[in-house]
């Protein structure tokens, strides 16, 4: 009898960080192929001074570093609108910062035919997350009512989880 070896072939899953980014602040999840929710939260800088320089290094970085991710997701590519030049100048800190990293980054951008009257609430996407996640269901916002105003941070942090549980496979 011959003696067989198996190979064996290890494959490093995917880890995904998707961000939904905001001038002073951004909500995050990491995410492991392809249910596994690692973290999620947010991350902000409320104070004078250079918030895109404190976003990265001191919020930013140490995510990366320490759940070391395969792809960086952002939502809605540069815009050519003279409002979101501060968020644009953000993101591309963003994929600068991933780069270095070693980190792919992968921008999401929405097609005007997948927009066609589906628009969803920031309550829909938090019940999509909350659906696709098992264990943000305790953490799902009340439905508001059309003349209340939404909490921000919370919101984020599902719009970040809607991102991984809308996209089919990066």
């Not at 011959?2 to 909500?27: C, M, W, Y």
């Not at 995050?28 to 004078?48: A, C, F, I, M, Q």
């Not at 980054?105 to 829909?124: C, F, M, N, S, W």
């Not at 942090?157 to 996209?167: L, V």
Request: proline letters at 5%; aromatic letters at 4%.
């Amino acid at each position: 009898m011959e003696n067989e070896v198996q190979k064996t072939h290890h494959t490093q899953p995917t880890r995904i960080l998707a961000l939904d980014v905001h001038p002073r602040s951004f909500g995050y999840v990491v995410v492991e192929t392809p249910n596994k929710l690692l973290d999620w939260g947010v991350r902000s800088h409320r104070h004078k001074g250079n918030s895109i320089d404190v976003l990265i290094r001191r919020r930013l970085k140490p995510l990366l570093e320490l759940w070391r991710p395969t792809v960086v997701v952002l939502c809605n590519g540069l815009s050519r609108q003279r409002t979101h030049q501060r968020r644009d100048r953000l993101l591309q800190r963003i994929a600068t910062e991933a780069k270095n990293h070693q980190v792919l980054v992968h921008i999401l951008v929405k097609t005007p035919k997948a927009d066609q009257g589906k628009r969803l609430t920031k309550y829909e996407n938090a019940r999509r997350a909350a659906e696709h996640f098992s264990v943000l269901r305790w953490k799902m916002p009340p439905q508001r009512k059309p003349w209340s105003i939404e909490q921000g941070g919370r919101q984020r942090t599902h719009k970040s989880n809607g991102m991984i549980a809308g996209s089919n496979g990066l």
